[in-house]
């Protein structure tokens, strides 16, 4: 028995969550032995499937499984079936309620453009060669939470819409932290998005970041309005390392980020609490157009898992043995339908799961 024993939380979920969840933790048991570390996997319903079965699509043990792991594995959640339901019934609400449930406040979205799939991109080729960022979004404050919000009668008797935009300093303080941390295990360069020349909640924003700096005397913070860092991400996005913004930017930018790639079944993501357990999960949904047919790709789930090796048990070398096995199948020409081009090996989804097992020999 290894002394690095952790507990991982498995939610399946929906449609391709079922597939490419078993691939994962198949890789995943292969890697613990090269490794030596031990995983103790437990799954739990979320979503469709818990609806199904429970009548709730996040049921309490769930969660409570979850709080009491050291990570928590997700595959995707949703599909037609449960589309009608009322929307506090919907499998979507599942995610809301983790988020909430474990107080997962800082999102991470990296955007990494493989070589072998620079093609998959509406950019040219030379703008995102190696490209290799990071977004860390603020989750759970900013515009989407602040108070006061709804739909008024102003005092002409007008409609008036409102939404606030407020953090405390102590908010920015710790999504800061958690970039400057990230950052310090990159390449060491912080760039922090706001709107300081508008807002008065971005001047806050700018202040805490540039009190944090000493802090992290290693690594280079600079700031870019969001305007700027929109044009930027499209114009030059070798630039970045890790960006870090507030939670209304961080949904756009993220998402602009994220198709510099072009590849959704590509694209990892990690949601951070400050002490309980993170989620690790891919980007995409639960695709049920092509669920239970083993086409779908494995690697965003896969490098998820990667993710929860980097960020949620501090195994960077097992997380790195990962990702480095992911990048050699497609230097061996491997492919999912998504991702394939003429010329290559096409591959289901258990098959190319194997080869990635196979990799991290
Ligand atoms: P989707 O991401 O599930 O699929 C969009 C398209 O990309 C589909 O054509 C799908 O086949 C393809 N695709 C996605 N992942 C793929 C993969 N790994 N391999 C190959 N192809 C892949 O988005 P959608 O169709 O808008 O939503 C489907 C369901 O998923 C909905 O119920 C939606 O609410 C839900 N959803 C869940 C999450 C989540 O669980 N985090 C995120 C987004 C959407």
């Known amino acids: 028995m290894s002394n690095r ?9 929906d449609g391709i969550g079922v597939e490419i969840m078993g691939v994962t933790l198949e890789v995943l048991e292969k890697l613990g032995q090269l490794c030596d570390i031990d995983f103790l996997f437990s799954e739990a319903l979320i979503g469709g499937a818990a609806i199904d079965q429970t009548g709730h699509p996040l049921p309490p043990e769930t969660l409570e499984l979850c709080r009491y792991s050291d990570a928590v594995l997700l595959g995707a959640v949703g599909g037609y079936q449960w589309d009608e339901l009322p ?25 990494t453009v493989f070589p072998e799939l620079i093609h998959a991109s509406s950019l040219k080729p030379e703008v995102i060669t190696g490209v290799d960022l990071l977004v860390v979004r603020e989750l759970t404050g900013g515009i989407y939470f602040g108070q006061p919000k709804g739909i ?14 407020a953090y405390l300093a102590s908010e920015i303080d710790r999504i800061g932290r958690v970039a400057f941390a990230a950052a310090q295990q990159r390449r060491k360069k912080l760039c922090s998005v706001d709107k300081a020349n508008v807002l008065e909640v971005s001047q806050l924003w700018r202040q805490r970041m540039n009190a944090l700096a000493p802090e992290y005397p290693d690594v280079t913070l600079t700031h870019l309005y969001v305007d700027n860092a929109a044009m930027q991400l499209i114009r030059w996005p070798q630039q970045f390392d ?9 949904d756009i930018l993220s998402d602009e980020a994220a198709m510099l790639t072009g590849s959704i079944g590509m694209l990892p993501s990690a949601s951070l609490g400050a002490t309980a357990p993170g989620v690790f999960e891919p980007v995409h949904g639960s695709a049920p157009d092509i669920a239970g047919q083993d086409v779908a790709n494995p690697l965003a789930q896969i490098l998820s898992a990667a993710m929860m090796l980097r960020y949620g048990l501090s195994e960077p070398q097992a997380a790195a043995r990962l990702e480095y096995a992911v990048a050699e ?3 061996q020409g491997y492919r999912t339908g998504d991702i394939y081009t003429e010329g290559m090996q096409r591959l289901g989804c258990k098959a190319m799961g194997a080869q990635v097992a196979a990799a991290l020999a």
Do not use: C, D, W
């Open 5 to 13: 024993r952790y507990k991982i939380a498995v939610l399946p979920g």
């Open 329 to 331: 199948v497609l230097r």
């Open 152 to 165: 008024f009668t102003s005092e002409t008797g007008e409609q008036r819409g409102v939404n606030t935009m």
């Open 242 to 250: 890790v960006i870090v913004t507030g939670n209304l930017f961080g």
């Open 87 to 111: 929307s506090h019934l919907r499998p979507e609400q599942a995610l809301l309620g983790l988020r909430s449930g474990l107080n997962l406040f800082a999102n991470l979205r990296p955007a």
